[in-house]
Each structure stands twice: as C-alpha cells, then as structure tokens.
C-alpha cells in the first residue's frame, strides 16, 4: 500500500481558504487519490477523489502536480463546522490506508 | 437513502468474554468493509466483502475474529474471546463498484457508518 504523509494540524480562521498537502512518493499508476473528512464520533466521510490535474466540486478542489507524487486539498472560506480530521488516501483497489490525517481547528 | 448502520453504538465487555458487531451496508452495495482503529491510532482495514465472500482478510488481527455476510446483505464481526487491545472503534463501509479509467474497479467511494466503540475491561 502507498503511504502518505501529511501535517499533523493545522489552524485556519472562518472565512479563510485552506490547503493541505499530501505526499505519496511511492503512489503506482493504478492508484486514485482520494480525501476524506472525520468528525469526532462520526465515521469517515468522502471529499473528492482525483487521478491528476485539477478535480473540483461542491465542497472542494484537489490538485495533483504531473509526477503524482503529492496533491493539495482546497477548501474555500471554511466555516467552523469544517473543524475536522481530514485524510489523504492512495487507494488502489478496495483497500484503504488512512495514516494519521490531518486535524483542522478553524478559528472564528 | 439510508446509510451504513452499525450496532450497537457502544459495547462494554470483560475481557474474555465475547461480543458480535454488526453493519448494515447501504442497499444495493456489494462490498463491504471493516476497519477499525484502536487507542487512538490509525484506523486500520481489517477486511473486504465481495457479496457473502472474503475478498481480502490480510487485515484480521488473528483468528479471535471472525466476519461473516451470510447472504451477502448485513454483516457481523464477532470478537471472541475479547482482550484489553481489542478496545477501540469498529468502523463498517460500504461500496458499489465503478468501473475505474483502468477499466476494473480502481475507482470507489466507501460509505462509512458511525462505528461501534468497543470497551474491553
């Protein structure tokens, strides 16, 4: 499974746009990139998910550079209910590999 | 639409005794999963459900464990018998499949259900 890595936390204010970064130096061509977001309590919940360039919906935008090898996660003027643990998975297949996510405090 | 289902909620055990979890998946998905992440680390795969077969069980910590999909609708876990490191949060989740860019299912959404905390006193 490729791993990735990210930053343990990050603080934002409401109204701010927010980006975190994901590495996955070993990603292998078959596998997706994929961003969930977890509340406290509350099982994983799915972003967005992206195989290269620019994918966007309703919640946010996922960049992946041309070697594959890291993505950002955008997440425009966030609210204080996008507080959250959000992960950066690989996905090939149907195993997931979660790591430790990065933890979200927005500020009012 | 009703999502992924879990129970109980919460399941306060002594070691050695045993205790079965269980997941409704949503209606219609064929593979299901458990995950589970245990004193506050990762949430960890456990092991996948294509209709009522084991697809891929690399993630059962050891034979204490044992899933089941009788049917290939709901699923349980049943822990037996339980120890301390058992304690933790079961997650369930549940997918259809898509046909992914490589032309198989590379590509899929899983559904989470809340989880079931599980307490091994």
């Known amino acids: 499974l490729a791993k990735t890595t990210q930053p343990i936390s990050m603080d934002s204010y409401e109204g701010q746009e927010v980006n975190i970064t994901c590495s996955h130096n070993n990603i292998a061509t078959n596998d997706y990139i994929t961003w969930y977001q977890q509340f406290p309590s509350q099982g994983p919940r799915f972003i967005i998910q992206?195989?290269?360039t620019k994918v966007t919906n309703e919640v946010a935008s996922l960049f992946i550079p041309a070697d594959r090898k890291s993505s950002t996660l955008s997440l425009p003027r966030v609210s204080l209910s996008d507080t959250a643990v959000y992960y950066c998975?690989?996905?090939?297949?149907?195993?997931?590999?979660f790591g430790s996510g990065t933890k979200l405090n927005v500020k009012p | 639409e009703a999502g992924v289902t879990q129970f109980p909620s919460h399941s306060v055990i002594e070691k050695g005794q045993t205790v079965t979890l269980r997941c409704d998946p949503i209606?219609?998905?064929?593979?299901l999963y458990w995950y589970r992440r245990v004193m506050g680390k990762e949430i960890k795969f456990l092991l996948h459900?294509?209709?009522?077969?084991?697809?891929?069980e690399s993630g059962m910590p050891n034979n204490r464990f044992l899933a089941e999909r009788t049917g290939g609708t709901y699923s349980t876990l049943k822990v037996q018998p339980a120890e301390l490191e058992d304690s933790g949060v079961y997650f369930c989740a549940s997918s259809q499949d898509r046909l992914g860019r490589f032309g198989y299912s590379s590509y899929n959404e899983q559904f989470f259900g809340p989880g079931t905390r599980l307490t091994v006193l």
């Open positions: 459900f294509v209709k009522e077969s084991k697809q891929d």
């Open positions: 998975l690989v996905v090939n297949f149907n195993k997931f590999y």
């Open positions: 992206g195989y290269k």
């Open positions: 209606s219609g998905h064929d593979n």
